[in-house]
Every structure is written in C-alpha cells, then in structure tokens.
C-alpha cells in the first residue's frame, strides 16, 4: 500500500531512481515488521541442527524444483525480449508482467478455500469445481485487466495496442484451464512431473519467443506466453485424467 501509495503520489516526476527508492523502503518496511512478529521464532533457531536442516531440505526439494520450473517459465519470454526491444517496449512489457503477476493472484485466492479439501471431492463435486473456477476467471479477469492497462496508461504513460489487451487477457484466463489439475496432481505426489513439465513448456516458450517478438514484439511475447500455458495445460490435464 505504502509503495503504490509513492507511485500515485509521485507518478509525474517518477524515475528510475525514485522507483528502485520506493521498492528499497518498502522491503525494507517489510523485513522490520515480518522480523518483530517472528522474533519468538527467531530465537528457536539456535536449537536448529544440521540434520534437521538436511532432512527439511530433502523433503521441501521437489518444491524447490517447481518453484524453479516456474519462475523460468514466467521469466523466459523477458530475456528474449532484452534483446529484440527497444527500452522502452522492454520497460512497459516488464511492468506489464509485474501487474500481471499481481493479477494471476486472484486465482490463488480463488481456490484457497477449497485446497485442502480438493482430494476429499468426489468426482461430480470436483467437476463442478472445475467449472466453476474457470468461468469465474473467464468473468473476473475482464474487469482487471482494463484496471491494469488504465493504471498503465495514467501511472507510466505506456501504450499498447488493442490486440495486447485481448492477448493479455487470454494470458491470464488459461491459468484458471488447469489450476485446479495441478493442486490435485501435487496431492497426488505429481509435483515431480509438473517441475518437468514446466521446464519443457520454457523450452517451447523460449523457441517461440525467438520467432514471435522479433516480427510482433510486446504482441509476440504474450503469443508465445499462450501457446505454451496451452500446451502445459494439455500436459496437466491429460496427467490428471490418467489418475482416475
């Protein structure tokens, strides 16, 4: 609140520099409140040993790995785009996705309810689900998106063509095709398989990004961004059909 309260405030004379200040205080902020609200926490660690932290890091590995697969996957089409944009086009498309980052959010606060109990469903209550989390995304993610573009447009002035705003919405929309899969899938001790299937659909991203944003830039990246959370959602959903 405090960091987009700064932006607001200072959006006409705002720079690089003022920018990379606002993110430093507010993780600074952060660090000061999370520290004093677990310092009782803080102060167990001395009974940590080593084969408690060996043992913590085995387990929490093949989340390690996902956590990995992803951000590579989300990160792929940016190093592309370095290279093919102009600096201003790599600007916008960053705070694009930094937007879009928030906004992919929602999903998760969608399903939270219903993460511990996903195993639980029965087979006709986890198709209602299913369907249900998905035309909620298909409806909600109208409304965000246009928030997003007119906060882009008055917060930093960029300008995107209309194609961008239907791309863009499509990016979001096909999280909500396989969200729901995946939660099963990693209750069923799949998390393996979609750490791997993430790191192909970043190899698939980063070939598509190669031949898309050189021709269609910004509308390019997004492009390849589709196409491969396409092609995982078919991977996830087919892996999850396979275990009923």
Same mark, same amino acid.
């Not at 507010?26 to 660690?45: D, G, N, P, V, W």
């Not at 999280?175 to 970043?202: G, P, R």
């Given at each position: ?20 200040? =606002?993110?430093?205080?507010?993780? /600074? ?121 007119? =906060? ?32 099963? /899938? ?11 299937? =993430? ?9 598509? =990004? ?35």
């Amino acid at each position: 609140t405090l960091l987009l309260g700064a932006v607001i405030y200072y959006h006409v004379d705002l720079n690089v520099h003022l920018l990379i200040t =606002c993110f430093a205080v507010s993780f /600074l902020l952060k660090a000061t409140i999370l520290a004093f609200y677990y310092r009782r926490l803080l102060e167990q660690i001395k009974a940590v040993t080593w084969s408690s932290i060996v043992s913590y890091l085995g387990n929490s590995f093949p989340f390690f790995l996902l956590t990995v697969s992803g951000l590579l996957q989300m990160k792929t089409d940016l190093y592309v785009a370095n290279f093919y944009l102009s600096d201003s086009q790599i600007a916008s498309y960053q705070i694009l996705l930094s937007f879009l980052a928030i906004v992919q959010t929602v999903s998760i606060l969608l399903l939270n309810p219903f993460t511990k109990n996903i195993v639980r469903l029965g087979d006709a209550s986890l198709k209602k689900l299913k369907g249900l989390y998905f035309k909620g995304g298909l409806i909600i993610s109208a409304p965000i998106i246009i928030i997003v573009f007119f =906060c882009l447009d008055f917060l930093y002035g960029f300008e995107f063509k209309i194609i961008d705003y239907f791309l863009t919405y499509l990016y979001v929309t096909v999280l909500y095709s396989y969200m729901v899969e995946s939660l099963e /899938l990693m209750k069923h001790n799949k998390s393996y398989f979609i750490s791997m299937s =993430c790191f192909f659909t970043a190899g698939i991203e980063l070939m598509l =990004c190669l031949i898309l944003i050189p021709v269609f830039g910004v509308s390019g990246a997004l492009l390849s961004g589709i196409i491969s959370r396409i092609f995982l959602a078919y991977r996830i959903r087919k892996k999850q059909l396979g275990i009923h």
